[in-house]
C-alpha cells in the first residue's frame, strides 16, 4: 500500500510560481512512476506530469512544458511539481499519483494510488 500526501497548493497571481511537493509513505514508492494530475472545475482530471522511478525520464502534457518541472527524491519519498508562469488556466485542484507502469503512464485509469489533492488558484 502506498499513501500519498500532497502540500503547496495555494494563491498566486499570473506570472508568478508555486512549488507542490507530495511524500510518499510505504516501501514501495521507489519503484513507482510518480506523476501529477489535475482537475479544474467542470472539467475531467487530466495528465500534468510524471517521473520515472530513477528519476531520469520525465514527460508532460504540451500545456505545460518549459513551464513546469517535475523531480522526484527517492531517499525522502518525496515527488516536486516546480511551477513558474503560472496562468489562470492553471487553476485546478492536483493531484500527487502512482503507477506500477514504467513506461510513460498518462491516463487516469494508470495510476492505482492517489493523493486528497491541494488547490492551486491563479488570480489574472
Known amino acids: 500500500q502506498l499513501q500519498l500526501v500532497e502540500s503547496g497548493g495555494g494563491l498566486v497571481q499570473a506570472g508568478g510560481s508555486l512549488r507542490l511537493s507530495c511524500i510518499g509513505s510505504?516501501?514501495?514508492?521507489?519503484?513507482?512512476?510518480m506523476g501529477w494530475f489535475r482537475q479544474a472545475p467542470g472539467k475531467e482530471r487530466e495528465f500534468v506530469a510524471a517521473?520515472?522511478?530513477?528519476?531520469?525520464?520525465?514527460f508532460y502534457v504540451d500545456s505545460v512544458k518549459d513551464r513546469f518541472t517535475i523531480s522526484r527524491d527517492n531517499a525522502k519519498n518525496m515527488v516536486y511539481l516546480q511551477m513558474n508562469n503560472l496562468k489562470a488556466e492553471d487553476t485546478a485542484v492536483y493531484y500527487c499519483?502512482?503507477?506500477?507502469?514504467?513506461?510513460?503512464?498518462?491516463?487516469?485509469?494508470?495510476?492505482?494510488?492517489w493523493g486528497q489533492g491541494t488547490q492551486v488558484t491563479v488570480s489574472s
Open positions: 499519483a502512482a503507477s506500477s507502469i514504467g513506461w510513460e503512464p498518462r491516463k487516469f485509469h494508470e495510476y492505482g494510488f
Open positions: 517521473v520515472a522511478w530513477t528519476g531520469g525520464r520525465t
Open positions: 510505504g516501501q514501495t514508492f521507489n519503484t513507482h512512476t
